[in-house]
């Protein structure tokens, strides 16, 4: 595990500058995408990969803070998705209300992880699959509250303030917001009490006992936050898609959500939206190759992990530290700054 | 136990299959001393220090703690009510700072969770503005001021002693664990260590020290106890024990008279 989610703090304030400017750069490209390109399909795609990006950030603190792996992800996202869908249709429950309590519901269900907390590695990973194989089962099954294998349909459009979200560009805005919003709530808790004591029981769970540390509590809290993400991520999804199967919460689904985590750097919460964005958004760009494209993101998979154990993140950063240098090499021949060297 | 004890471990006893890593030792800790466990290899000191840390329960006996039984209390529990500990194999939190490795050793005397992280509540502020604060002074103490914002895996070996030591007082504990302090330092950082243990105990901290420098032991307890096969061998002052045939004969594996006969 290579970077921690706090590792800014770690970083000289000069970097922890940088990193803020292009935090707020990135969010006003995102805001104007929808000018550029304002094709339904493309905001659409972009729309799944923020959700998608919800529920990695989740399983980045999980994983990459606490140092827990889940595999049961999907668990909670499906949890949410069902949650939001039923409350809407059938309770009549606006939008922003489901949303919320899809987040809660799914974190009321994460408590069942409290007693596997004690578990760690590959034992709380197959636990953790367990859980997701269990809730794929009862979404499957319980076909008088899910709908079963014909599917969930008629989930409403999200309504916020009265206003339909009709335009894939308003539900693009709302997915990207949320995102956006889990973005910088869990960028907050770097260099804080709970940031650094999440770290801790990752790096040594025997010194963090001996320093008085509720383990058990603070492995918890992680599972339940991370469900809760996961929960907004389900609801966002079922009233962007607006049919519900539970094909879509497989655990092949809590496989892709650890994918984006670790193509995308374990520790580094932009990591887990760049994995996000490979994950959902390769096979669409593939999708003119057919049958290949799971053969060429199969491969693509294995190259990335070659780059080393920070993933695309750590290697984002090379890149843009190699191309910061470049940069300041050329501005130094340039005219102005040979003229300025001259004063 | 007696009102001038903190700790007193009775017949404390562990067995770890067949063996008796630890057979009924007593030991009773003045408040305000340190307190020095030798012996042999193998004779049971870091397995008593780790029954005293709550790693693994007691097999037998019970242990008292300011007037508390703790003998059935988690490590967390202990470490709460004020007994902290360093590790002879060292544990630190090697991806973070010096300053965020001894900033864990608050997170009992402090409250601010998530919530109040994402918010950066006034209350959160200063209490992490505290943390920071407290958290310097004991990297001082130790003297290791200038390594606050490095991390702790890029320490030198001594540098990494030191800051175990800084992460288990940062809190004032009450009774503090020594685990080898000195335990592959050169002369010069393991004399820094003894002058440390003498200033801890100064500022009123009960010291229990694990260690195999005898200069480091000698010249800072002020009790030392003798185990040996997980048995109790000697308990008194540095120089009681010096002269204690029985403890020669531990450490060298002859007798005193042996000595005599061939001088």
Redesign the interface.
Known sequence: MA??VV?S??APAAERRTVRRVTWVMLAALVVVPWIEPDKFVLHVLSLIAIASIVAMGLQLLLGGSGQLSIGQAAFYGIGAYTSALLTTQLGVPFPLALIAAGVVAAIASLLMVPITRLTGAYLAVATLGFSILVYLLIKNEEWLTGGSYGFIGIPRPVLFGYVLRDAMYAYYLCVGVAALVYL?FA??D???????I??IR??A??????????TLLKS?CFV?AAFVAGLAGSLYAHEVRYLAPNDFTFWKSIEILIMVVIGGVGSLPGAILGAAVVVGLPEILREIGDYRMLVFGGILMATMLFGEGGLAALFAALGRYGCSLWKRLALRSPTSARDAGR | MSAADLFEAQSATRLFGGVRAVDGVDLSVRRGSVHGLIGPNGAGKTTLLNLI?G?FPLSAGALHFAGNDITRD???ER??SGI??T?QNL???????AL?NV???L??D?R???L???L?TPR?QR??AD?VERAMQALLFVGLGGFA?V?ASTLAYGHRRLLEIA?AIV?APQLLLLDEPAAGLNATESAHVTELIGRLRDRGATIILVEHHMDVVMSVCDEITVLNHGRRLAHGTPAAIQDDPAVIEAYLGRSVEDDRARD
């Open positions: 970077e921690a590792s703090s770690y709530v907050r808790i260099g804080t009490r709970f940031g650094r004591a770290n801790a790096q040594d025997d010194a963090a006992t001996a320093s008085g540390l509720p383990v809290q936050i | 840390a790693v988690s490590t967390a470490a709460r902290r500990r590790f544990k630190l939190f090697l991806e973070m700072t965020d900033a864990i050793g997170h009992a402090t601010c969770g998530f109040a992280a994402v950066r959160q209490e992490e943390i914002h991390r992460r809190a």
